[in-house]
């Protein structure tokens, strides 16, 4: 600053607080375009005369910010799914690339590391920005045991294209080699919880979804019951499983037959689709620190697949010509009510028969819906047997059907 035009010089140096806060406002062409007040006693002459109130209404020069911003620290805040990143001066977050950190487990040859696909921040212009990691990386990053789970292996690396400051400078790039450790770790983890389930009799499973990522290995099917409240029935998963490897908030579990075919039986979820219900213990999960699963008292269906699979008949076993019975079995369960007996066809060969007869009747029964018992009418079974080559022997026995023969629930 040049005082009545004289050639005395006072050179003032800006404090490093003072510096930032004027970058933090955007103001980096503040000197030329606008006014700088220096108030009574500013400055004091030889004489120790004070200066005056005085308004300077532009700069002479400015001279570029030139110096690339560095980030010091981080913290980490898994709870909150957030980076607290501490710069050396005010960083413009509308520069924020969140694609440029990549997260390691050691400072140098790190055996994991995994780069955010997103993020954002809810900052403003400072020098500590908080960058929110996006759900889909949070989970990704929870599959491993040895990544961001403590200090210990809490890195980071960072593409100079990450942030830039105010004046448009890159950050100084932060090498694989040479990552960052975090400064402290919030280790306050909280327990998983159940968000949703879907119903797929296709497939047939059940997929649940988590708020973080589970540990596949952990999951016990024996503490999750399936509850219909308009019917008041529920039933305990036994033999169900699952044949994930990778750990991630979402869990498939394939029905057993066992499971399938008393579901099914019991129409549970299929009949009343808007009043199917799932409870969950604890025990049925933990996440990857070891916290069990929030207990579910009860979580209606998000969504329901009908079984849209037609289905052929199993065996057709136990043709006893004594008392004209026999069984057919179906690898699920069937409505018995939709049987129809009269589309069942008696033939001697497998192909070109030369004896056949339809059925006019029976009675059915079933205990789960799988195995069918079928009682042929007298005269049904009169009429089997007076055709001398037809179902004699068992090379001479062979049905076949209709597809409208009978209908899974």
Same mark, same amino acid.
């Given at each position: 600053i040049i005082y009545n035009g004289s050639t005395a010089v006072t050179v003032w140096t800006l404090s490093t607080y003072d510096l930032n806060q004027l970058k933090s406002q955007f103001v980096p062409a503040l000197f030329v375009n606008n006014s700088?007040?220096?108030?009574?006693?500013?400055?004091?002459?030889?004489a120790l005369n004070p200066s005056i109130v005085t308004v300077l209404p532009r700069a002479f020069s400015l001279t570029k910010d030139i110096t690339r911003p560095q980030l010091l620290s981080f913290d980490v805040m898994i709870p909150t799914k957030t980076l607290i990143l501490h710069f050396d001066e005010p960083i413009d977050v509308t520069t924020l690339d969140p694609t440029g950190f990549t997260l390691q487990n050691k400072g140098r040859k790190p055996t994991i590391s995994y780069t955010l696909t997103g993020g954002s921040t809810p900052s403003v212009v400072s020098t500590d920005i908080q960058l929110i990691l996006t759900d889909t990386d949070l989970n990704y990053i929870k599959q491993f045991t040895d990544l961001y789970t403590s200090l210990?292996?809490?890195?980071?690396?960072?593409?100079?294209?990450?942030?830039?400051?105010?004046?448009? $400078?890159?950050?100084?790039?932060?090498? =694989? @080699?040479?990552? !960052?450790?975090? *400064?402290?770790? /919030?280790?306050?983890? +909280?327990?998983?919880?159940?968000?949703?389930?879907?119903?797929?009799?296709?497939?047939?499973?059940?997929?649940?979804?988590?708020?973080?990522?589970? $540990?596949?290995?952990?999951?016990?099917? =024996? @503490?999750?019951? !399936?509850?219909? *409240?308009?019917? /008041?029935?529920?039933? +305990?998963?036994?033999?169900?499983?699952?044949?994930?490897?990778?750990?991630g908030p979402i869990v498939s579990v394939i029905f057993s037959s066992k499971d399938f075919n008393t579901i099914t039986a019991l129409r549970l979820c299929i009949s009343n689709a808007t009043s199917c219900g799932l409870m969950a213990e604890s025990t049925t999960i933990r996440d990857l620190v070891g916290l069990p699963l929030i207990k579910v008292n009860l979580l209606n269906v998000t969504q329901i697949i009908t079984a849209g699979t037609r289905l052929s008949m199993s065996h057709f076993v136990l043709f006893n010509l004594h008392d004209g019975s026999f069984n057919v079995s179906f690898p699920e369960t069937?409505?018995?009510?939709?049987?129809?007996?009269?589309?069942?066809?008696?033939?001697?060969?497998?192909?070109?028969?030369?004896?056949?007869?339809?059925?006019?009747?029976?009675?059915?029964?079933?205990?789960?819906?799988?195995?069918?018992?079928?009682?042929?009418?007298?005269?049904?079974?009169?009429?089997?047997?007076?055709?001398?080559?037809?179902?004699n022997v068992q090379a001479t026995c062979y049905i076949t059907f209709k597809s409208t023969l009978v209908r899974d629930v």
């Open positions: 700088i007040t220096a108030y009574n006693a500013t400055a004091y002459d030889l210990n292996n809490s890195f980071l690396s960072a593409a100079y294209y990450s942030f830039a400051d105010t004046s448009g $400078n890159y950050m100084i790039t932060i090498p =694989s @080699s040479q990552a !960052l450790q975090a *400064s402290s770790f /919030n280790s306050a983890f +909280t327990p998983p919880q159940l968000l949703s389930f879907a119903l797929n009799f296709n497939t047939p499973e059940l997929l649940l979804t988590f708020n973080e990522t589970v $540990n596949i290995t952990s999951l016990n099917v =024996s @503490s999750i019951i !399936l509850y219909s *409240s308009t019917m /008041n029935v529920s039933y +305990t998963l036994s033999t169900s499983y699952s044949i994930q490897t990778q750990n069937m409505d018995l009510t939709s049987l129809d007996i009269t589309f069942l066809t008696f033939q001697s060969f497998f192909e070109n028969p030369v004896a056949n007869y339809t059925l006019t009747g029976g009675n059915a029964t079933s205990q789960d819906g799988t195995m069918i018992h079928v009682v042929l009418t007298e005269s049904d079974l009169n009429q089997i047997k007076m055709k001398r080559i037809l179902c």
